[in-house]
């Protein structure tokens, strides 16, 4: 259940209750997509760093290691050692992003698996199979990822299936969460609004799943090759035709300076593999800018990667000694640059709620975006 507690102008401060636990919202979901986070960060070091929920997804754990043996396990929770809110996603985005020979039909895709090449089909009642075997404390709604840029035509259709998809997924997550042997027979349901940056279409759609009452509403098929302007655009317009009093998760987004933007607009929940991936690259997250720790400026440097910092990386360990062990190619490396970075995000979050509590939301963000632009590097 969703509990608005206050907003400032649009932006929301809640908290969804779920069998796993709270979330306060605005909330940053830290992504593992094959039940761990790239760079070495095990779910013990979520759990210092802030973090409130974690998010996986369907279509590769479905190929690897199978949700079958997951659900044997006693579900994805169980099995990383995890505790709090899990997210799958759908599969949909993969599906659509990965296999190179694909074929839409009503009933499904039919499609090759990028590991092995094995022939997959994966519809709405499959999505909602494989996430009920994985036990995530929330589903998304299976959907088509329609290509940008697309016509009129195509996205129109293609929303419309994903409308049609929608029912057959409320519909089997109903079935399923009825079942004796299902682990979580609480699993909530989040639709998925698409339409491109198409506004009449986002806003019809938005009103067409908002008739389906479920635990949340997603915005889809953003942050794809579209101008973060024509995203704000879009995310403007689309979230005022969905429930105020339910969560609303931009998918796949996105920068610091994005989440700012989408959260005045009315946003709730964020993933986005910035944080782990750039850490991998030797890029680090701070409030006066991007930070590539493998600059030869750093080689002497013994500050921490921000002064302040109460990260588990910044209270030990300097610029100097992380850039050598990247310049060594050493994984210790990569995984104190993520999990500073994680922690910036929820640390982030964090500042974001309490800005929009003392309705301050504004002057918070300016400051934000203020100090990102000085710009490390």
Not at 87 to 99: E, I, K, M, P, R
Not at 111 to 138: C, W, Y
Not at 273 to 288: D, I, K, L, Q, S
Not at 296 to 302: F, I, N, P, Q, R
Request: glycine share 8%.
């Amino acid at each position: 259940m969703y509990k608005l507690i206050c907003k400032d102008g649009r932006a929301k401060r809640g908290q969804l209750t779920t069998v796993h636990g709270t979330i306060q919202t605005p909330v940053f979901m830290n992504v593992g997509t094959i039940a761990a986070i790239k760079g070495a960060v095990a779910t013990t070091d979520l759990q210092q760093i802030g973090t409130q929920v974690q998010l996986s997804n369907t279509y590769h754990l479905h190929v690897r290691p199978g949700d079958k043996i997951v659900k044997q396990l006693c579900g994805l929770h169980k099995f990383m050692v995890w505790d709090k809110p899990i997210l799958t996603d759908s599969g949909g985005f993969q599906v659509f992003s990965l296999a190179g020979l694909r074929k839409i039909k009503e009933e499904g895709v039919y499609f090759n698996s990028h590991v092995d090449g094995r022939k997959i089909f994966m519809g709405p009642e499959e999505s909602m199979q494989i996430q009920s075997n994985l036990a995530s404390t929330i589903a998304m709604a299976f959907d088509e990822c329609p290509p940008h840029p697309a016509t009129r035509d195509y996205m129109e259709k293609s929303v419309a299936r994903t409308t049609r998809w929608l029912e057959r997924c409320k519909k089997e997550m109903n079935r399923l969460n009825q079942l004796e042997d299902t682990i979580n027979k609480q699993q909530m349901l989040f639709g998925i609004n698409q339409g491109g940056t198409f506004e009449d279409i986002r806003i019809e759609h938005a009103k067409r799943i908002t008739e389906f009452d479920l635990d949340g509403y997603a915005l889809g098929g953003l942050a794809v090759g579209e101008s973060h302007d024509e995203m704000y655009r879009i995310i403007e317009e689309t979230v005022p035709y969905l429930p105020e009093a339910k969560p609303v998760y931009l998918m796949g987004v996105g920068t610091p300076a994005n989440i700012l933007e989408a959260v005045e607009r009315g946003v709730d929940f964020f993933d986005c593999v910035y944080p782990a991936r750039n850490g991998r690259h030797g890029h680090a997250y701070t409030n006066h800018g991007k930070m590539n720790l493998l600059n030869a400026k750093y080689e002497l440097d013994s500050e921490p990667i921000e002064k302040g910092c109460q990260c588990p990386t910044c209270k030990h360990y300097s610029r100097a000694y992380i850039r050598h062990l990247l310049k060594a190619k050493e994984m210790l490396g990569l995984r104190l640059i993520v999990t500073h970075n994680l922690y910036f995000y929820n640390k982030m979050m964090e500042e974001i709620r309490e800005a929009i509590e003392k309705q301050e939301y504004a002057a918070y963000k300016k400051r934000k975006l203020d100090g990102f632009a000085c710009g490390e590097e």
